[in-house]
């Protein structure tokens, strides 16, 4: 039995937690802040380099590994990656000896198969939480080990790995989306300055990215062309068909609001951006892809 595993356990809610209370993009600050367990606070690591084991382990597997994002324009100094064929993430040894400490750790949590903590960086400081995973391969000549995404509660006993590998491709799958979504938050985010393009406002907790055509369309690219940073309002009036924007990128709001009478929020904060254009980006390669709106749009009209 893995001597360190209720320390695991402790990590393993913890940043499961910080996932739900940050909305999947947990920043590298919080997550310096460590744990506590046992009255004592434990680390999760410097989150610069890619694999930590605490040095109070009595074990000697690894407990978090770390995928940083890179600089815009820089090759990837570690080449992990999801792999959709295998069901897998492959992810690299450490540069330098086979038999340095980090190395040791990484292999030693597939003799050992315990449960780790895996961090991709998606934007400088910002980090999606994939717990838990285990090294289920080690290729010491390639310099590679595959790991698998397992499940919060059947595969953190002391029994290990047990779900079954179509159960764990599923898990997989869940990590890809997550991933798409948050680069595609963070690409939108940057192109219109963190603001609702209808209303301005910038308040990150309340400004999201907006598909203009969903996910699952064969147009609903992850691209920053096919989203609008809106705020949760119009966000939501937008995904209701309640608001329309055309290809032009002229607001429209849907004709029984127009018509209706309430407070301040519906005649302020809807009826009056009725045909006023959106604030688009300054690069024009960012800016909404007109075809996707005129799609979107008539779809405005015909719930109208």
């Not at 029994?159 to 979504?181: C, E, K």
Request: aromatic share 6%; hydrophobic share 45%; glycine share 8%.
């Amino acid at each position: 039995m893995d001597p360190d595993h209720a320390i695991r356990r402790a990590a393993l809610e913890h940043v499961r937690r910080l996932a739900r209370e940050y909305d999947d993009l947990v920043p590298r600050t919080v997550l310096l802040e460590g744990f506590w367990f046992g009255g004592e606070r434990w680390s999760l690591g410097s989150l610069q380099n890619g694999i930590y084991r605490p040095r109070r382990f009595a074990g000697p597997a690894a407990l978090t590994l770390l995928t940083a994002v890179h600089a815009p324009g820089q090759p990837a100094p570690y080449d992990d990656d999801i792999d959709p064929a295998s069901g897998t993430i492959l992810y690299h040894y450490r540069a330098g000896s086979i038999d340095q400490p980090d190395n040791r750790a990484l292999r030693a949590a597939f003799t050992e198969q315990v449960p780790l903590v895996y961090f991709m960086g998606v934007a400088p400081g910002q980090l999606v939480v994939v717990a838990p995973v285990y090294v289920t391969r080690d290729d010491p000549a390639a310099r590679v080990v595959t790991l698998e995404v397992g499940l919060p509660l059947a595969d953190t006993t002391p029994a290990g790995l047990v779900s079954p590998p179509d159960v764990r491709a599923y898990a997989l799958g869940d990590v890809r989306i997550r991933l798409h979504q948050q680069r595609f938050r963070i690409n939108v985010l940057r192109a219109y300055r963190e603001r609702c393009a209808i209303c301005a406002l910038k308040e990150p907790q309340l400004v999201q990215a907006a598909h203009i055509i969903e996910d699952p369309s064969p147009e609903g690219i992850a691209a920053v062309i096919n989203g609008i940073a809106l705020c949760a309002i119009h966000h939501l009036a937008y995904g209701r068909n309640l608001l329309g924007i055309d290809p032009a990128g002229v607001v429209h709001i849907a004709t029984r609001l127009l018509n209706e009478v309430d407070g301040p929020m519906l005649t302020t904060g809807l009826q009056g951006f009725h045909g006023k254009p959106i604030m688009v980006p300054r690069r024009p390669a960012d800016r909404p892809d007109p075809a996707r709106l005129h799609t979107r749009f008539e779809r405005f009209v015909a719930a109208a």
